[in-house]
């Protein structure tokens, strides 16, 4: 799988509460990008309006909330890939990091688990697929990521607490992902997240928005104020 489109859906609860909702498309090649939208979106109990758009390639990501644009004064904002790892605390920061949404991520930790169980045999939207379930230790998932995926997931993943996490996943005959369900409890929160893969190896492209449409916001702002934060702008 070089690319995917799918639906997500993720829960926290806990220390950081969260919901969102809506759908991803991610490519790994020839150059990655990702495409997000968030139709709904919630932090602490409070409905982000409007949800959340978010696209990153390897030189930042393009954030689109509603929050930020009142105090910008423009739709989008953009923070340089270079600040990425300034976002690490708070609400948004849990939103925009939340790499358990990324089953290009998540199948690659689920190959961990020494106790997978075959469930039966289902048809989703036409494909028909087998029914997995199991549990693996984050640290052991940790383990089959890439030195850099790695060192991002476990910083997320520390600061949540999760130690543990369930699987059910749906594979088609080419052992594709076709839908994925996890939960995890830690000592912070709990998690929960759904995706379901509606493509692969489709086109993933979009326009980059342009400068006259973007400012720019410390991304240390963004990982501390939540829902209600003022990021300052320039």
Do not use: C
């Amino acid at each position: 799988m070089t690319s995917f489109a799918a639906t997500v859906n993720v829960q926290t609860t806990g220390e950081a509460t969260s919901t969102i909702s809506g759908t991803l498309q991610e490519r790994t090649e020839p150059s990655p990008l990702v495409v997000a939208n968030f139709g709904s979106a919630t932090a602490q109990g409070q409905s982000l309006p409007g949800g959340i758009e978010e696209i990153i390639n390897s030189n930042a990501i393009y954030l689109k909330l509603a929050q930020i644009a009142k105090e910008t004064g423009k739709p989008w904002v953009e923070i340089p890939a270079s600040e990425l790892s300034e976002i690490s605390g708070g609400n948004l920061g849990q939103l925009l990091q939340n790499n358990n949404s990324d089953p290009l991520v998540q199948t690659q930790m689920l190959a961990s688990s020494t106790n997978v169980k075959k469930a039966g045999t289902i048809t989703l939207d036409g494909v028909p697929v087998t029914e997995y379930t199991g549990p693996y230790p984050i640290s052991a998932g940790l383990a089959k990521l890439s030195a850099s995926e790695r060192t991002k997931v476990s910083q997320q993943l520390q600061a949540l607490g999760l130690t543990t996490e369930h699987f059910t996943i749906w594979l088609d005959s080419k052992q594709q992902v076709r839908k994925v369900v996890t939960s995890a409890q830690g000592s912070k929160v709990q998690e929960t997240s759904t995706i379901q893969v509606t493509s692969i190896n489709g086109p993933v492209s979009v326009a980059i928005p342009p400068a006259s449409q973007t400012a720019t916001v410390p991304a240390s702002e963004l990982g501390g104020g939540g829902a209600n934060g003022s990021p300052a702008a320039s």
